[in-house]
Nanobody, 123 residues
């Protein structure tokens, strides 16, 4: 199992930017894909972005063009750069690893999770 620790959340005004980080440990970082999900109060955890071992990326339609996922294998860290933030981006953001099969877009397909970091966007 991979251990994950997120950081970088906070309060930002609409239109602002944040960069989230997720530090991983426990297995060789470059050997597995990573994902970011988010969960707003009263809603299910939803897919935001993922990056493969080779660096291929995929994004939810709701964030495409505003969000960039990247990884630094030397630092065992995956990043989520979020620009032009909107109030509807307010949620707890989680990173995920250890894909166990099924859809890459489903939270049920990942075994390892961080504790989450709160992102709040004010209007």
């Amino acid at each position: 199992q991979v251990q994950l620790v997120e950081s970088g959340g906070g309060l930002v005004q609409a239109g602002g930017s944040l960069r989230l980080s997720c530090a991983a440990s426990g297995r060789t970082f470059g050997t597995y894909a990573m994902g970011w999900f988010r969960q707003a109060p009263g809603k299910e955890r939803e897919f935001v972005a993922r990056i493969s071992r080779g660096g291929s990326t995929d994004y939810a339609d709701s964030v495409k063009g505003r969000v960039t996922i990247s990884r630094d294998n030397a630092k065992n860290t995956v990043y989520l750069q979020m620009n032009n933030l909107k109030p509807e981006d307010t949620a707890v953001y989680y990173c995920a690893a250890d894909f166990v099969g099924g859809s890459y877009y489903s939270a049920r397909s990942y075994y390892s999770w961080g504790q989450g970091t709160q992102v709040t966007v004010s209007s």
